[in-house]
Nanobody, 117 residues
Framework: QVQLVESGGGLVQPGGSLRLSCVAS????????MSWYRQALGKERELVAV????????HYADSVKGRFTISRDNVKNTVYLQMNSLKPEDTAVYYC??????????WGQGTQVTVSS
């Protein structure tokens, strides 16, 4: 069983930045693509970003392109989401999941990101 633990969320002003981290258990992390999802209050879960197992390929939702960057460190078993130029619309609970894409089977507990002045 794989366990994912997110951290790094918090309250930030519009235009600010946060970096989320997700640490994975197990020795097979490097074989999984990974993803970040978010879910705002009253809305469905939304795929934010995906990264391939070796970190060479990425995909982003149109709403975050140019502002968010997904990356990974397979030595540390960690996937990151760097979030810049944050907007109030980015407020949500953010989850990491694997494998990446819409049929993920391993999920973290989520970390709250609130963008407000």
């Amino acid at each position: 069983q794989v366990q994912l633990v997110e951290s790094g969320g918090g309250l930030v002003q519009p235009g600010g930045s946060l970096r989320l981290s997700c640490v994975a258990s197990g020795s097979t992390f490097s074989s999984y693509s990974m993803s970040w999802y978010r879910q705002a209050l009253g809305k469905e879960r939304e795929l934010v970003a995906v990264i391939t197992s070796d970190g060479t390929g990425t995909h982003y939702a149109d709403s975050v392109k140019g502002r968010f960057t997904i990356s990974r460190d397979n030595v540390k078993n960690t996937v990151y989401l760097q979030m810049n130029s944050l907007k109030p619309e980015d407020t949500a609970v953010y989850y990491c999941a694997g494998p990446g894409g819409p049929r993920a089977v391993y999920w973290g507990q989520g970390t709250q990101v609130t963008v407000s002045s």
